[in-house]
């Protein structure tokens, strides 16, 4: 289960004016995995830390969204054994914990990026809803 979330390094970032088709691209990943003690309560808890990148660049070379942060993960320890091992040999993690990471990044990640593109003038880095006009 995700017990926190937190962004470490957020940059906006707009190099040149719009002009023409603009191509937006978005990036989500997993850049480290790592063994955390939580302290909750009293007691030191262990748990996982996954530290996460999410990019939206705006091409040709108009801007660039980045954010950075950590996901502070608890489980039971088999499951953070399975999780830190698997890190270890081969960078993955098992699907239903990346799955749920990936979630958490890319809906977190996604309304601050909005709220960044609006700020620094750059068009939203997803599609938004529009009303439809006859």
Known sequence: MIIGF????ITALKKNPITGQVDINN?????????????LGKQKQKGLTFKFEFT???????????????????????????????????????KPIM???MDT???????????LSRDVNLPPP???????RD
Request: net charge negative; aromatic share 6%; glycine share 4%.
């Open 6 to 9: 937190s962004f470490n390094k």
């Open 27 to 39: 990036n989500a990943l997993i850049r480290d995995v790592q063994e955390s003690d939580f302290p």
């Open 56 to 94: 939206s660049k705006y091409e040709p070379d108009i801007g660039e969204l980045m954010l950075e942060g950590e996901i502070l993960y608890l489980g039971d320890q088999k499951t953070h054994d399975e999780v830190i091992k698997s890190w270890k040999k081969s960078r993955n993690v098992p």
């Open 99 to 101: 799955a749920e990471m």
């Open 105 to 115: 990044v890319l809906t977190r990640c996604n309304v601050e990026a909005i709220i």
């Open 126 to 132: 997803l599609p938004l809803p529009k009303v439809k």
